[in-house]
Protein backbone atom coordinates (compact mmCIF):
# COMPACT_ATOMS: atom_id res chain seq x y z
CA UNK A 1 0.00 0.00 0.00
CA UNK A 2 0.85 3.87 -0.26
CA UNK A 3 1.73 5.81 2.30
CA UNK A 4 3.44 9.20 2.61
CA UNK A 5 4.33 10.59 6.39
CA UNK A 6 4.84 14.00 7.36
CA UNK A 7 5.99 13.70 10.54
CA UNK A 8 6.02 17.41 11.47
CA UNK A 9 2.72 18.55 12.27
CA UNK A 10 3.68 22.41 12.76
CA UNK A 11 6.84 24.30 12.63
CA UNK A 12 7.64 27.92 13.67
CA UNK A 13 10.90 29.84 12.41
CA UNK A 14 12.12 32.98 12.98
CA UNK A 15 12.27 34.97 9.24
CA UNK A 16 15.68 34.65 7.57
CA UNK A 17 15.82 30.90 9.38
CA UNK A 18 16.05 27.97 7.26
CA UNK A 19 13.88 25.19 7.45
CA UNK A 20 13.38 21.65 6.47
CA UNK A 21 10.12 19.92 5.66
CA UNK A 22 10.68 16.03 5.65
CA UNK A 23 8.65 13.92 3.87
CA UNK A 24 8.42 9.83 3.81
CA UNK A 25 6.73 7.91 1.49
CA UNK A 26 6.13 3.97 1.58
CA UNK A 27 5.60 2.38 -2.27
CA UNK A 28 5.57 -0.91 -4.04
CA UNK A 29 6.31 0.56 -7.64
CA UNK A 30 9.28 1.09 -9.37
CA UNK A 31 8.35 4.05 -11.07
CA UNK A 32 6.13 6.86 -9.02
CA UNK A 33 6.29 10.81 -8.72
CA UNK A 34 6.35 13.18 -5.86
CA UNK A 35 4.86 15.90 -5.43
CA UNK A 36 5.30 19.44 -3.40
CA UNK A 37 2.09 21.91 -2.93
CA UNK A 38 1.67 25.23 -1.17
CA UNK A 39 -1.46 26.18 0.40
CA UNK A 40 -1.56 29.53 1.66
CA UNK A 41 -3.97 30.83 4.46
CA UNK A 42 -6.08 31.81 1.19
CA UNK A 43 -6.83 28.26 0.51
CA UNK A 44 -5.64 27.01 -2.97
CA UNK A 45 -3.17 24.32 -4.08
CA UNK A 46 -0.40 25.61 -5.61
CA UNK A 47 1.76 22.94 -7.74
CA UNK A 48 5.70 23.83 -6.30
CA UNK A 49 7.82 20.59 -7.94
CA UNK A 50 7.12 17.50 -9.39
CA UNK A 51 10.21 14.18 -9.15
CA UNK A 52 10.11 11.03 -11.17
CA UNK A 53 11.35 7.84 -9.18
CA UNK A 54 14.18 7.48 -11.57
CA UNK A 55 15.50 11.18 -11.26
CA UNK A 56 17.31 11.55 -8.05
CA UNK A 57 19.08 15.03 -9.05
CA UNK A 58 18.00 17.49 -6.43
CA UNK A 59 16.30 20.59 -7.63
CA UNK A 60 16.71 23.81 -6.49
CA UNK A 61 14.38 27.11 -7.25
CA UNK A 62 15.26 30.49 -5.76
CA UNK A 63 14.93 30.19 -1.73
CA UNK A 64 13.26 26.86 -2.51
CA UNK A 65 15.20 23.30 -2.80
CA UNK A 66 14.55 19.49 -2.82
CA UNK A 67 16.31 16.86 -1.52
CA UNK A 68 15.18 12.80 -2.75
CA UNK A 69 16.62 10.03 -1.88
CA UNK A 70 15.20 6.71 -2.72
CA UNK A 71 17.69 4.52 -0.30
CA UNK A 72 15.63 6.83 2.48
CA UNK A 73 12.13 6.89 1.00
CA UNK A 74 12.54 10.40 1.68
CA UNK A 75 11.47 13.59 -0.52
CA UNK A 76 12.42 16.53 1.84
CA UNK A 77 11.80 20.25 1.06
CA UNK A 78 13.89 23.02 2.45
CA UNK A 79 13.77 27.10 2.29
CA UNK A 80 16.26 29.17 2.83
CA UNK A 81 16.15 32.17 4.45
CA UNK A 82 12.50 32.10 5.42
CA UNK A 83 10.24 34.77 5.41
CA UNK A 84 7.00 35.36 6.67
CA UNK A 85 5.15 34.78 2.80
CA UNK A 86 5.85 31.13 3.13
CA UNK A 87 3.97 31.12 5.68
CA UNK A 88 1.30 28.04 4.77
CA UNK A 89 0.55 24.23 5.05
CA UNK A 90 2.91 22.51 2.69
CA UNK A 91 1.98 18.63 1.48
CA UNK A 92 3.88 16.02 0.11
CA UNK A 93 2.03 13.84 -2.38
CA UNK A 94 2.59 10.56 -4.41
CA UNK A 95 1.39 8.97 -7.47
CA UNK A 96 1.62 5.73 -8.87
CA UNK A 97 2.91 5.63 -12.43
CA UNK A 98 0.18 4.80 -15.30
CA UNK A 99 -3.44 4.02 -14.65
CA UNK A 100 -5.28 6.50 -12.62
CA UNK A 101 -2.39 8.91 -11.35
CA UNK A 102 -4.14 9.34 -8.30
CA UNK A 103 -2.48 11.29 -5.27
CA UNK A 104 -1.72 10.27 -1.69
CA UNK A 105 -1.33 12.93 0.14
CA UNK A 106 0.79 13.27 3.29
CA UNK A 107 -1.29 15.25 6.17
CA UNK A 108 0.69 18.49 6.02
CA UNK A 109 2.98 20.29 7.81
CA UNK A 110 1.89 23.74 8.96
CA UNK A 111 5.09 26.65 8.33
CA UNK A 112 4.55 29.33 10.66
CA UNK A 113 7.36 31.81 9.89
CA UNK A 114 7.30 35.04 12.18
CA UNK A 115 8.75 38.76 11.82
CA UNK B 1 -8.43 29.58 -19.72
CA UNK B 2 -10.17 29.36 -16.41
CA UNK B 3 -8.81 26.30 -15.56
CA UNK B 4 -10.28 24.25 -13.04
CA UNK B 5 -13.25 26.35 -11.27
CA UNK B 6 -15.70 25.25 -8.45
CA UNK B 7 -18.99 25.85 -8.02
CA UNK B 8 -20.36 26.85 -5.23
CA UNK B 9 -17.28 28.07 -2.97
CA UNK B 10 -19.40 27.89 -0.11
CA UNK B 11 -22.25 25.72 1.56
CA UNK B 12 -24.35 25.53 4.66
CA UNK B 13 -26.63 22.35 4.56
CA UNK B 14 -28.42 21.00 7.42
CA UNK B 15 -28.41 17.37 7.70
CA UNK B 16 -30.36 15.03 5.67
CA UNK B 17 -30.48 17.87 2.48
CA UNK B 18 -28.71 16.81 -0.71
CA UNK B 19 -26.99 18.99 -3.09
CA UNK B 20 -24.67 18.61 -5.55
CA UNK B 21 -21.08 20.19 -6.55
CA UNK B 22 -20.07 21.26 -9.48
CA UNK B 23 -16.09 20.81 -10.90
CA UNK B 24 -15.69 22.43 -14.50
CA UNK B 25 -12.34 22.37 -16.01
CA UNK B 26 -11.36 23.73 -19.61
CA UNK B 27 -7.97 22.07 -19.99
CA UNK B 28 -9.62 19.17 -22.31
CA UNK B 29 -8.16 17.04 -19.47
CA UNK B 30 -9.04 13.07 -19.06
CA UNK B 31 -8.72 12.92 -15.50
CA UNK B 32 -10.61 14.16 -12.48
CA UNK B 33 -11.04 13.78 -9.04
CA UNK B 34 -12.66 15.11 -5.91
CA UNK B 35 -11.15 15.00 -2.77
CA UNK B 36 -11.97 16.24 0.79
CA UNK B 37 -10.12 18.08 3.05
CA UNK B 38 -10.02 17.61 6.82
CA UNK B 39 -7.98 18.95 9.61
CA UNK B 40 -5.36 17.09 10.66
CA UNK B 41 -5.89 14.61 7.87
CA UNK B 42 -4.62 16.21 4.60
CA UNK B 43 -6.94 16.16 1.51
CA UNK B 44 -8.07 12.41 0.93
CA UNK B 45 -9.66 10.90 -2.45
CA UNK B 46 -13.16 10.11 -2.45
CA UNK B 47 -13.89 9.48 -6.04
CA UNK B 48 -12.41 9.70 -9.23
CA UNK B 49 -12.68 9.47 -13.40
CA UNK B 50 -10.33 8.93 -16.19
CA UNK B 51 -12.52 9.65 -18.83
CA UNK B 52 -16.11 10.65 -20.02
CA UNK B 53 -18.69 8.50 -18.86
CA UNK B 54 -16.51 6.71 -16.76
CA UNK B 55 -15.86 7.30 -12.26
CA UNK B 56 -14.79 4.98 -9.63
CA UNK B 57 -14.43 4.96 -5.95
CA UNK B 58 -11.56 6.77 -4.06
CA UNK B 59 -10.57 6.36 -0.61
CA UNK B 60 -13.53 7.65 0.97
CA UNK B 61 -16.22 7.73 -1.14
CA UNK B 62 -19.34 6.42 1.47
CA UNK B 63 -21.93 8.85 1.21
CA UNK B 64 -21.01 10.33 -1.83
CA UNK B 65 -21.62 9.95 -5.49
CA UNK B 66 -20.41 11.62 -8.83
CA UNK B 67 -21.40 11.57 -12.34
CA UNK B 68 -19.06 12.29 -15.43
CA UNK B 69 -21.52 13.05 -18.46
CA UNK B 70 -19.37 15.67 -20.06
CA UNK B 71 -15.36 15.77 -20.40
CA UNK B 72 -15.36 19.27 -18.71
CA UNK B 73 -17.40 18.50 -16.38
CA UNK B 74 -17.35 16.33 -12.93
CA UNK B 75 -20.22 16.12 -10.15
CA UNK B 76 -20.57 15.45 -6.70
CA UNK B 77 -23.00 14.56 -4.83
CA UNK B 78 -24.48 14.37 -1.54
CA UNK B 79 -28.24 12.57 -1.56
CA UNK B 80 -28.16 13.22 2.67
CA UNK B 81 -25.51 15.47 4.11
CA UNK B 82 -24.49 14.55 7.51
CA UNK B 83 -22.62 16.32 9.93
CA UNK B 84 -19.55 14.54 8.98
CA UNK B 85 -19.05 15.66 5.80
CA UNK B 86 -18.20 18.96 6.92
CA UNK B 87 -14.99 20.07 5.05
CA UNK B 88 -13.22 21.40 2.06
CA UNK B 89 -13.86 20.02 -1.26
CA UNK B 90 -11.49 20.65 -3.84
CA UNK B 91 -11.46 19.12 -7.28
CA UNK B 92 -8.72 18.46 -9.69
CA UNK B 93 -7.88 17.70 -13.17
CA UNK B 94 -4.98 16.07 -15.02
CA UNK B 95 -4.01 15.34 -18.67
CA UNK B 96 -3.75 12.07 -19.53
CA UNK B 97 -0.76 12.42 -21.27
CA UNK B 98 2.36 12.27 -19.28
CA UNK B 99 4.78 14.07 -21.84
CA UNK B 100 2.74 17.48 -21.27
CA UNK B 101 2.35 17.03 -17.20
CA UNK B 102 2.31 14.85 -14.27
CA UNK B 103 0.68 17.18 -12.01
CA UNK B 104 -3.12 17.20 -11.03
CA UNK B 105 -4.35 20.79 -11.53
CA UNK B 106 -6.92 22.10 -8.75
CA UNK B 107 -10.08 24.02 -7.98
CA UNK B 108 -9.72 26.58 -5.59
CA UNK B 109 -11.82 24.36 -3.05
CA UNK B 110 -15.69 24.28 -1.67
CA UNK B 111 -16.27 24.91 1.89
CA UNK B 112 -19.38 22.79 2.80
CA UNK B 113 -20.98 23.18 6.63
CA UNK B 114 -23.51 20.32 7.30
CA UNK B 115 -25.18 21.25 10.74
Known amino acids: AQKVTQAQTEISVVEKEDVTLDCVYETRDTTYYLFWYKQPPSGELVFLIRRNSFDEQNEISGRYSWNFQKSTSSFNFTITASQVVDSAVYFCALSEAGGTYKYIFGTGTRLKVLA | NAGVTQTPKFRVLKTGQSMTLLCAQD?????MYWYRQDPGMGLRLIHYSVGEGTTAKGEVPDGYNVSRLKKQNFLLGLESAAPSQTSVYFC??????????????FGPGTRLTVT
Open chain 2, 92 to 105: ASKNRDTALSYEQY
Open chain 2, 27 to 31: MNHEY
